[in-house]
């Protein structure tokens, strides 16, 4: 080891000697007696973050995040019962892979996965408690919403969002929506997006000089300038697990709304040319549109309520197999990106099939 480190860190120090010395050090094991002594009496959580940008094909950091999470198992195994728990974080968009090719024996060292996905109630509280501070400080909050109950979803909608977003609007292809499905349906259910769309919203406010009260037009056209951000964020955050992934997904424009999973494999050799050597197939590209949160697959079709309620990879624990034969509908968040034909009057609500979900009550009311 200490060879390895010598000629590949080219350094004449003695790292290994140095690295034993210090963790021998009297200190370190005094510390180490200190922390179980307080975690005796109060757990302690250890929280690993993730990078910002992951390279599926870099194998030497692959390997490193796989060994970090097997460390991270057995430490827990000797330590949590003693009251210390590490926790290790890692993207959606790169765990897959570790699981499926890298980690060793993922039965034993993928122990109690936990996927955070964000409900309805928990993005609604988020957003609006911002808002509820910002206009005590500067003194604009509403009467209405002066007494509000945090652990109710309804009183939060009622006396917080519907005051200022209004309950309901027409959007851009002349269809009423609720104002906070509209809002929620245009992000991947992540807290920093939905809060990029609403300064948005605010940003135009201010300008029309309406803040703290948004008008239905004006959080139409903030969303649409705003989800051309948030879907460029998304191809940024998959460009080292898909080098080129901007002009790949541009095989996509003009796709309609709804359409079927056959016509993915047409667009697919349109990007024949941009993959790595060796790593195109038209199975690739489903599974790439579907990993980016991009394509969906319909689960149900309402056309009397002029509504698609869709599942996204984004919203589930395992992948999202897109086949031939499955409806499939884009993103809401990229129609301005990819320049989507709206030629059914339908709204997509990509939500998934689950209870909490159903609080939301986004069929439509007019």
Same mark, same amino acid.
């Given at each position: 080891?200490?060879?390895?480190?010598?000629?590949?860190?080219?350094?004449?120090?003695?790292?290994?000697?140095?690295?034993?010395?210090? /963790?021998?050090?009297?200190?370190?094991?005094?510390?180490?007696?200190?922390?179980?002594?307080?975690?005796?009496?109060?757990?302690?959580?250890?929280?690993?973050?993730?990078?910002?940008?992951?390279?599926?094909?870099?194998?030497?950091?692959?390997?490193?995040?796989?060994?970090?999470?097997?460390?991270?198992?057995?430490?827990?195994?000797?330590?949590?019962?003693?009251?210390?728990?590490?926790?290790?974080?890692?993207?959606?968009?790169?765990?897959?892979?570790?699981?499926?090719?890298?980690?060793?024996?993922?039965?034993?060292?993928?122990?109690?996965?936990?996927?955070?996905?964000?409900?309805?109630?928990?993005?609604?509280?988020?957003?609006?408690?911002?808002?509820?501070?910002?206009?005590?400080?500067?003194?604009?909050?509403?009467?209405?919403?002066?007494? /509000?109950?945090?652990?109710?979803?309804?009183?939060?909608?009622?006396?917080?969002?519907?005051?200022?977003?209004?309950?309901?609007?027409?959007?851009?292809?002349?269809?009423?929506?609720?104002?906070?499905?509209?809002?929620?349906?245009?992000?991947?259910?992540?807290?920093?997006?939905?809060?990029?769309?609403?300064?948005?919203?605010?940003?135009?406010?201010?300008?029309?000089?309406?803040?703290?009260?948004?008008?239905?037009?004006?959080?139409?056209?903030?969303?649409?300038?705003?989800?051309?951000?948030?879907?460029?964020?998304?191809?940024?955050?998959?460009?080292?697990?898909?080098?080129?992934?901007?002009? /790949?997904?541009?095989?996509?424009?003009?796709?309609?709304?709804?359409?079927?999973?056959?016509?993915?494999?047409?667009?697919?050799?349109?990007?024949?040319?941009?993959?790595?050597?060796?790593?195109?197939?038209?199975?690739?590209?489903?599974?790439?549109?579907?990993?980016?949160?991009?394509?969906?697959?319909?689960?149900?079709?309402?056309?009397?309520?002029?509504?698609?309620?869709?599942?996204?990879?984004?919203?589930?624990?395992?992948?999202?197999?897109?086949?031939?034969?499955?409806?499939?509908?884009?993103?809401?968040?990229?129609?301005?990106?990819?320049?989507?034909?709206?030629?059914?009057?339908?709204?997509?609500?990509?939500?998934?099939?689950?209870?909490?979900?159903?609080?939301?009550?986004?069929?439509?009311?007019?």
């Amino acid at each position: 080891m200490n060879a390895l480190l010598t000629h590949y860190l080219q350094t004449d120090n003695d790292l290994l000697g140095e690295l034993e010395t210090l /963790i021998a050090d009297n200190r370190i094991a005094v510390g180490k007696a200190a922390v179980l002594e307080l975690a005796r009496r109060q757990p302690i959580i250890v929280a690993i973050d993730t990078l910002e940008n992951y390279a599926v094909t870099d194998d030497g950091m692959m390997r490193a995040t796989a060994a970090l999470i097997q460390c991270g198992s057995e430490f827990n195994r000797e330590f949590a019962r003693k009251g210390i728990h590490l926790k290790i974080l890692a993207m959606a968009e790169i765990f897959p892979y570790l699981k499926e090719e890298i980690v060793l024996n993922t039965l034993k060292f993928v122990r109690n996965e936990v996927h955070l996905h964000w409900r309805p109630k928990d993005l609604m509280r988020l957003i609006s408690w911002r808002l509820y501070h910002y206009l005590k400080a500067t003194g604009r909050l509403s009467p209405l919403s002066s007494q /509000i109950d945090w652990d109710s979803h309804s009183d939060v909608l009622k006396k917080m969002w519907h005051p200022y977003f209004g309950e309901n609007l027409r959007n851009s292809h002349d269809l009423v929506e609720l104002t906070f499905p509209y809002v929620l349906r245009h992000t991947q259910m992540r807290p920093r997006q939905l809060i990029v769309l609403c300064n948005a919203i605010a940003h135009r406010a201010l300008r029309e000089e309406t803040f703290p009260c948004f008008k239905p037009e004006s959080i139409v056209s903030a969303v649409h300038e705003g989800e051309n951000r948030l879907a460029e964020e998304v191809l940024n955050s998959y460009s080292s697990v898909y080098p080129k992934v901007g002009r /790949i997904v541009e095989a996509l424009s003009g796709l309609p709304n709804l359409f079927k999973g056959n016509e993915l494999d047409k667009r697919a050799r349109l990007t024949a040319s941009e993959w790595i050597p060796g790593e195109y197939s038209s199975f690739g590209f489903r599974q790439l549109v579907a990993e980016l949160g991009i394509v969906g697959r319909v689960r149900r079709v309402n056309e009397q309520a002029g509504f698609v309620e869709a599942d996204f990879e984004y919203s589930q624990e395992d992948r999202l197999p897109l086949m031939v034969t499955d409806y499939c509908v884009i993103h809401p968040m990229f129609y301005r990106k990819l320049n989507v034909a709206v030629n059914r009057p339908l709204r997509v609500y990509p939500f998934p099939d689950h209870e909490e979900f159903r609080e939301l009550d986004y069929v439509p009311v007019g």
